[in-house]
């Protein structure tokens, strides 16, 4: 068990810049979330995948934010036109199961825009 | 809607006393979970102890333990016998039923003391 994985684990990138993000769950966890934390804050839901399915978004997902989990494996997490506001942590947690279990965090990508 | 306040932004305990971080919450759901969860600094989160609100007997994990009061919204953290290696962000956090995504309050900073 290697746990949550994320790359890369810092991205710097100016104003309009697209970027992308990767997360590597544990392997037999069929659930993925997405969420991000801005400093001093807990983090917020973003959206969360049951196998290849995107079941929920958020309403903080705009539609500059796409997120796909094509093989039911690894998700991406992309920003279009990045904005000064998009800065934050980017977490990555998986789960085994519904109904309470557990996520696993991975340790996050920080986005700074400029 | 659904929130979860943590009033205590931050916390501090001798080695080896006894600390309570305190958690509301509020929702309308009668299926959902409790969590607290820790950030250490730079490092991922991690589950500390979790609680399913239909269960009436309060949870405890080693030197953790939490005070469930669902009628009052109340969900306390209590670590007794703290470590160094306690100091963190703790994060009260709930789930709702079978979708499982998790709304964080926004943190205590503990602080422990030699």
């Known amino acids: 068990d290697t746990g949550v994985s994320q790359n890369p684990r810092h991205k710097i990138t100016k104003r309009g810049q697209n970027v992308t993000f990767r997360c590597d769950p544990i392997?037999?966890?069929?659930?993925l979330y997405w969420y991000r934390q801005t400093l001093g804050q807990g983090p917020e839901f973003l959206t969360y995948?049951?196998?290849?399915?995107?079941?929920?978004k958020s309403r903080l997902l705009s539609d500059r934010f796409s997120a796909e989990r094509p093989k039911g494996s690894f998700s991406t997490l992309e920003i279009q036109r990045t904005e000064q506001g998009d800065s934050a942590m980017y977490l990555c947690?998986?789960?085994?199961?519904?109904?309470?279990?557990?996520?696993?965090f991975g340790p996050g990508t920080r986005l700074t825009v400029l | 809607a659904q929130t979860v306040t943590q009033s205590q932004p931050e916390m501090s305990v001798q080695e080896a006393e006894t600390v309570t971080l305190s958690c509301t919450y509020d929702?309308?759901?009668?299926?959902?979970?409790l969590f607290w969860y820790k950030q250490p600094p730079s490092r991922q989160m991690i589950l500390v102890i979790r609680?399913?609100?239909?269960?009436?007997q309060n949870a405890t994990e080693n030197r953790f333990s939490v005070n469930f009061q669902k009628a009052a919204k109340s969900f306390s953290l209590k670590i007794s016998d703290s470590q160094l290696g306690d100091a963190a962000m703790y994060f009260c956090?709930?789930?709702?039923?079978?979708?499982?995504?998790?709304?964080f309050g926004t943190g205590t900073r503990l602080q422990v003391f030699p």
């Open positions: 995948f049951q196998n290849e399915a995107q079941l929920e």
């Open positions: 929702t309308s759901e009668s299926d959902y979970y």
């Open positions: 609680q399913e609100a239909y269960k009436q």
């Open positions: 947690a998986s789960s085994l199961r519904s109904r309470g279990y557990e996520q696993f």
């Open positions: 956090a709930m789930g709702r039923g079978n979708t499982d995504k998790l709304i």
């Open positions: 392997s037999e966890h069929n659930r």
